[in-house]
């Protein structure tokens, strides 16, 4: 009997190729569009793609159980009028082109599963759902974007899942690691006012909800994928300081992650000083199961 198929559109970074070592141990092919090669197991295909056009990759698609688009430029940059262009159209474009693309296809996957942002509830110390407003700026607007593209592009023979993921954390990469690096310096404290929200999730449950979006017919529309618990910036820290041993962690005010964060660390220092509340009543209703669903079983797990 062959075995199901799933295809990873973007899957050449640290989700993707957490997902794809987790289908093939569950005993699915599973083939990688990237824009170039990275190391993986030779049982994992990779293809090249441009995330711009429709090519001969699109042939990949041809029967496949599933679509998983995690296709889009980093967030973790300075951002500058053409970084910003980038973030935008690499999400919208590859989005539309694998919409092209399955337009060539007699035998369409079953479901496309979408990457979509929590961001896109903009900076609020309350407590957002799936059906909370939309914020405001460039990461809300990306958002919004994103999610348009993906609704023009998903044929109606289709099932389509939004993931509207939160901050990923694991073993295996991802932005703890910075964090940690922080936090073994000395420099793992409050940030700003430190009230600002840190939705997160743990790496495996990120990797089961994706493949319930894949197996799991009855899942349809957008989800947040966020652990139940998010912490405030400041509590996040101090659990992590707890989980390393570190008893102390130096603050920085706003005006110093502004300067700090694009000079040392070569990144936006809105990251940091922004964020939100997000946990989803509709997995909460549907009775999904995290794994990790308070910070301090996750950060067991990984610093252990």
Same mark, same amino acid.
């Given at each position: 009997?062959?075995?199901?198929?799933?295809?990873?559109?973007?899957?050449?970074?640290?989700?993707?190729?957490?997902?794809?070592?987790?289908?093939?141990?569950?005993?699915?092919?599973?083939?990688?569009?990237?824009?170039?090669?990275?190391?993986?197991?030779?049982?994992?295909?990779?293809?090249?793609?441009?995330?711009?056009?429709?090519?001969?990759?699109?042939?990949?698609?041809?029967?496949?159980?599933?679509?998983?688009?995690?296709?889009?430029?980093?967030?973790? /940059?300075?951002?500058?009028?053409?970084?910003?262009?980038?973030?935008?159209?690499?999400?919208? %474009?590859?989005?539309?082109?694998?919409?092209?693309?399955?337009?060539?296809?007699?035998?369409?996957?079953?479901?496309?599963?979408?990457?979509?942002?929590?961001?896109?509830?903009?900076?609020?110390?309350?407590? /957002? %759902?799936?059906?909370?407003?939309?914020?405001?700026?460039?990461?809300?607007?990306?958002?919004?974007?994103?999610?348009?593209?993906?609704?023009?592009?998903?044929?109606?023979?289709?099932?389509?899942?939004?993931?509207?993921?939160?901050?990923?954390?694991?073993?295996?990469?991802?932005?703890?690691?910075?964090?940690?690096?922080?936090?073994?310096?000395?420099?793992?404290?409050?940030?700003?006012?430190?009230?600002?929200?840190?939705?997160?999730?743990?790496? %495996?449950?990120?990797?089961?909800?994706?493949?319930?979006?894949?197996?799991?017919?009855?899942?349809?529309?957008?989800?947040?994928?966020?652990?139940?618990?998010?912490?405030?910036?400041?509590?996040?820290?101090?659990?992590?300081?707890?989980?390393?041993?570190?008893?102390?962690?130096?603050?920085?005010?706003?005006?110093?992650?502004?300067?700090?964060?694009?000079?040392?660390?070569?990144?936006?220092?809105?990251?940091?000083?922004?964020?939100?509340? /997000?946990?989803?009543?509709?997995?909460?209703?549907?009775?999904?199961?995290?794994?990790?669903?308070?910070?301090?079983?996750?950060?067991?797990?990984?610093?252990?």
């Amino acid at each position: 009997m062959k075995r199901p198929s799933v295809i990873i559109a973007g899957g050449s970074g640290y989700l993707g190729k957490n997902l794809a070592h987790h289908l093939l141990e569950r005993d699915y092919e599973v083939t990688i569009l990237s824009r170039s090669p990275v190391q993986l197991p030779d049982a994992i295909k990779q293809v090249r793609w441009d995330g711009r056009t429709t090519g001969s990759w699109a042939s990949t698609l041809e029967g496949a159980a599933a679509l998983v688009n995690l296709a889009g430029r980093t967030v973790d /940059c300075i951002k500058t009028p053409q970084t910003m262009d980038e973030i935008l159209r690499s999400r919208v %474009e590859s989005t539309l082109a694998l919409g092209q693309a399955l337009k060539t296809v007699r035998r369409k996957p079953k479901t496309w599963v979408q990457m979509s942002t929590a961001h896109i509830y903009g900076d609020s110390l309350e407590k /957002c %759902e799936e059906d909370s407003a939309f914020g405001y700026g460039l990461a809300p607007d990306v958002g919004r974007a994103w999610e348009t593209a993906f609704q023009a592009s998903l044929p109606r023979t289709m099932r389509g899942v939004i993931l509207r993921t939160s901050f990923v954390i694991g073993k295996n990469g991802g932005a703890l690691r910075r964090l940690a690096l922080l936090v073994r310096i000395g420099l793992g404290g409050t940030v700003g006012h430190g009230y600002q929200g840190m939705s997160w999730i743990h790496e %495996e449950d990120m990797n089961h909800l994706f493949r319930r979006a894949i197996e799991n017919r009855n899942m349809k529309g957008a989800y947040i994928a966020s652990a139940p618990h998010p912490e405030s910036q400041r509590e996040f820290m101090k659990k992590l300081r707890k989980a390393m041993g570190m008893p102390i962690g130096l603050p920085a005010s706003a005006w110093m992650v502004k300067l700090g964060a694009p000079l040392l660390m070569n990144t936006d220092p809105d990251l940091a000083l922004y964020g939100r509340f /997000c946990r989803s009543a509709r997995l909460s209703g549907e009775g999904f199961d995290f794994q990790f669903p308070t910070l301090e079983l996750a950060l067991k797990d990984i610093m252990y």
